[in-house]
């Protein structure tokens, strides 16, 4: 195009017109070569119209339904703006595919029927809206795992010196003796401290990981001692376990699966339990959060490093191009940490993969 453009004669404005008129063009084609790519590889080709949604379903799993690459949901949610609250779906809701100036949307049919349980051993309320992903799995995680940003902070925190008639180890039922601030009639939560979480990089100490063992209430104090009972305990209480205040921890069913915005790359820190390789729905901690622009509901795609081998000419060692393996959806940042829960893999995952924005029109098999 520019040499043709260089061969003219014509006018200096017939040049300026020439070069806007091939830019426009451009334009006009990459637009519709994008709308195309995000009909062609952005949908199942397997995709329904139309999707009942019922008790038991989860956002990731209604999105994989419908895309190739479900933490692009947000792209093609397009509801009427009349709809109260369109984030929150309910079972019984509709939702639909159609053509949106030549890009595929989902819209969003609210349901009217009644959900009937029989036997009903519990009541659900019908108008409970669906979950996005598995939260029993992160509920029954988060009661038991939390971070401390700032190290310092555990000098200032009570802790267990004594348990009752002298023991060193006490279970539920028994009384404990924790010194620090405790006020009577509170329930704490009693944690052990766990993994150091560094970066791999730098060195630098990111946060302690901290493991919960039970629950207990302060039932008095007297000169900086509290006498608290243990309420429940997994493990044995032993001396030196932390107290501390219950973390406020309920989990959002609002957010929606989605790119980060700014550039993330890190890798996993660690899988809390000790275990190495890592599989589908297993909770997983990286080594980036909010200060990195991390958020509840953020997607990460999990790449494995190249295998190793030697140039058969040269002699030198190379690194082959990693492998896209995963998909990682973190359901809780800390500052400089996050705990995410793998939705997807095509492998078995591992500690030290790294993990990045999921790539345009690239996904993973799910499994």
């Not at 339904?65 to 509801?79: A, D, G, K, N, S």
């Not at 039932?219 to 209480?237: F, H, K, T």
């Amino acid at each position: 195009m520019n040499s043709k453009i260089k061969r003219r004669t014509g006018a200096p404005l017939k040049k300026m017109l020439a070069w806007i008129g091939a830019v426009v063009l451009l334009l006009a084609a990459t637009l519709v070569q994008a709308q195309s790519l995000s009909w062609d590889q952005g949908l199942r080709s397997d995709a329904p119209d139309r999707y009942t949604v019922v008790r038991g379903d989860t956002l990731w799993h209604i999105a994989g339904r419908f895309l190739r690459h479900p933490w692009q949901w947000p792209e093609v949610w397009q509801v009427n703006p009349q709809i109260r609250n369109p984030h929150l779906i309910y079972p019984g809701d509709v939702i639909y595919l159609y053509d949106c100036n030549g890009r595929p949307c989902l819209g969003l049919e609210r349901g009217q029927g009644a959900v009937r349980l029989s036997p009903e051993v519990r009541r659900i309320p019908v108008r409970e809206a669906i979950e996005p992903i598995p939260l029993d799995t992160v509920r029954h995680f988060l009661r038991d795992h939390r971070v401390i940003d700032d190290p310092e902070a555990l000098d200032e925190l009570a802790y267990v010196v004594a348990g009752d008639d002298r023991r060193i180890i006490s279970g539920a039922g028994d009384r404990i003796y924790a010194r620090g601030e405790l006020q009577r009639g509170n329930r704490y939560g009693i944690y052990r401290l766990g993994e150091r979480y560094h970066d791999a990089a730098t060195g630098e100490l990111l946060g302690l990981e901290l493991i919960g063992i039970g629950r207990a209430r302060a039932e008095r104090s007297e000169d900086g001692i509290a006498v608290m009972e243990l309420l429940s305990a997994n493990q044995e209480v032993r001396n030196d376990d932390i107290v501390m205040p219950l973390e406020e921890r309920e989990l959002t069913s609002e957010f929606m699966p989605r790119a980060p915005d700014a550039d993330v790359q890190g890798t996993i820190l660690a899988v809390p339990g000790g275990v190495r390789f890592i599989g589908r729905l297993q909770v997983v901690a990286v080594d980036r959060g909010r200060r990195d622009g991390l958020e509840t509901g953020h997607v990460l795609e999990v790449e494995q490093q190249g295998e190793r081998v030697v140039d058969p000419r040269t002699g030198e060692s190379l690194r082959l191009p990693g492998t896209d393996a995963g998909l990682i959806m973190i359901f809780r940042p800390y500052d400089k940490v996050s705990y995410g829960l793998v939705m997807q893999a095509t492998r078995a995952l591992e500690v030290g993969d790294r993990v990045h924005n999921p790539r345009r029109g690239v996904g993973v098999a799910q499994r």
